[in-house]
T-cell receptor, first 114, second 115 residues
Framework: NAGVTQTPKFRVLKTGQSMTLLCAQDMNHEYMYWYRQDPGMGLRLIHYSVGEGTTAKGEVPDGYNVSRLKKQNFLLGLESAAPSQTSVYFC?????????????FGPGTRLTVT | AQKITQTQPGMFVQEKEAVTLDCTYDTSDPSYGLFWYKQPSSGEMIFLIYQGSYDQQNATEGRYSLNFQKARKSANLVISASQLGDSAMYFCAMREVNYGQNFVFGPGTRLSVLP
């Protein structure tokens, strides 16, 4: 059981380049999330999805786009990378049990934009 | 305004002792959930414990317990019998039920367990 996986684990981009981060989960969870973690800070929600074909903005969505074409996959795109997007990106998925949405996290992707 | 406040950037505890990590939160939503996560130096996020706003009892999970004081809007994590492997960053997080899936995390507390 792989849980939540993220591809790639590391990436270096030049300013203006684009890339897509892939998140995959094998737990049949409805909800998926993309966060970024900057040094000395907690996680901040970028975008999330409550089901296949649906996405919504989180706290810091600017400069990012997402897609959820399949239930098990959630893609995060950077169309024109900027140095301010240097961060560690975490994907998570969750199920719902009443009011409880326990999140399972991927291992993270370390992105550097030069 | 900060929705989640963790006032202790760093904490030290002696092995086998108990330690309390503070978390206060701010919300006007009567229905919310509170979570604690552990992030070791390897970087992964590990779920520890959950408390719902309507739960009557404080949550417990093994050596972890949550001291939930609703009127004070605090949700402190208590780790009993600390182990060297408990050294990590600890994050408090909240989800407001009536604000969709927007999880908010605090800045974290770095716990160091001393042998």
């Amino acid at each position: 059981n792989a849980g939540v996986t993220q591809t790639p684990k590391f990436r270096v981009l030049k300013t203006g380049q684009s890339m897509t981060l892939l998140c995959a989960q094998d737990m049949n969870h409805e909800y998926m999330y993309w966060y970024r973690q900057d040094p000395g800070m907690g996680l901040r929600l970028i975008h999330y999805s409550v089901g296949e074909g649906t996405t919504a903005k989180g706290e810091v969505p600017d400069g990012y786009n997402v897609s959820r074409l399949k239930k098990q996959n959630f893609l995060l795109g950077l169309e024109s990378a900027a140095p301010s997007q240097t961060s560690v990106y975490f994907c998570a998925s969750s199920y719902r049990e009443g009011a409880r949405y326990e999140q399972y996290f991927g291992p993270g992707t370390r992105l550097t934009v030069t | 305004a900060q929705k989640i406040t963790q006032t202790q950037p760093g904490m030290f505890v002696q092995e086998k002792e108990a330690v309390t990590l503070d978390c206060t939160y701010d919300t006007s939503d009567p229905s919310y959930g509170l979570f604690w996560y552990k992030q070791p130096s390897s970087g992964e996020m590990i779920f520890l414990i959950y408390q719902g706003s309507y739960d009557q009892q404080n949550a417990t999970e093994g050596r972890y317990s949550l001291n939930f004081q609703k009127a004070r809007k605090s949700a402190n994590l208590v780790i009993s019998a600390s182990q060297l492997g408990d050294s990590a960053m600890y994050f408090c997080a909240m989800r407001e039920v009536n604000y969709g899936q927007n999880f908010v995390f605090g800045p974290g507390t770095r716990l160091s367990v001393l042998p």
